[in-house]
């Protein structure tokens, strides 16, 4: 698997990330579904076991062509983010890692905003109230596309499909996928360091 290097995030920081993860839950206190998940009962969901994928711009596959309607009623696709990185995160409202990475992925929107990446979540279960909400709820600013058929999805299938929710995919300047993490966003810094590498990458 040349130019594809595979890694889990270090066992060693387990119990400081499950610390922190409460902590970013604190101004949404009364969360069920996230404390339940904070307390490792993974029931109701299926969970990707936090996997980050990276893959040189050498062995990448071809770009990705997606369109999608918002939860707003818009349209996005590939041609809106020509030039910059796009960080796909598939996700849905009952999902308990979903809620607990949700305040770090809007923080990390925040950081990147004008500066060489756009987010853009997949909401892959929810009609659009749902998703509405619950992008309220966490302070999610960035837009949804609402895949409940799974056209998106199919579009990202093969290599690194999202095959589990949640799954975080970052895609180059030139709409290829360049990593993916597969599972909650745990360390907000990995992923942060993988935006800001593929960013830095040459056009």
Avoid at 11 to 19: A, D
Avoid at 175 to 193: F, H, K, M
């Amino acid at each position: 698997m040349t130019g594809i290097r595979m890694r889990r995030a270090a066992r060693t920081g387990l119990v400081g990330l499950v610390i922190g993860s409460a902590l970013l839950l604190a101004g949404c206190a009364n969360d069920p579904l996230a404390d339940q998940y904070l307390s490792g009962d993974s029931k109701n969901y299926i969970a990707g076991d936090g996997t980050v994928t990276e893959i040189t711009p050498d062995s990448r596959q071809s770009a990705v062509d997606f369109t999608g309607s918002t939860a707003e009623g818009g349209t996005v696709s590939q041609d809106d983010y020509k030039g910059e990185v796009v960080v796909l995160n598939f996700w849905y409202a009952s999902c308990a890692p979903c809620r607990v990475e949700a305040p770090s992925l809007a923080k990390l929107s925040a950081q990147y905003d004008g500066k060489g990446a756009s987010f853009l979540g997949v909401n892959v279960r929810d009609q659009a109230p749902q998703a509405i909400s619950f992008e309220k709820t966490y302070g999610i600013e960035y837009p949804s596309v609402i895949d409940t058929d799974g056209a998106l999805q199919l579009a990202f299938s093969g290599e690194v499909s999202p095959n589990a929710v949640p799954t975080t995919l970052v895609i180059d300047k030139q709409g290829r996928v360049a990593a993916r993490i597969l599972g909650q966003v745990s360390e907000p810094s990995i992923l942060d360091t993988l935006i800001r590498d593929t960013i830095a990458e040459s056009s």
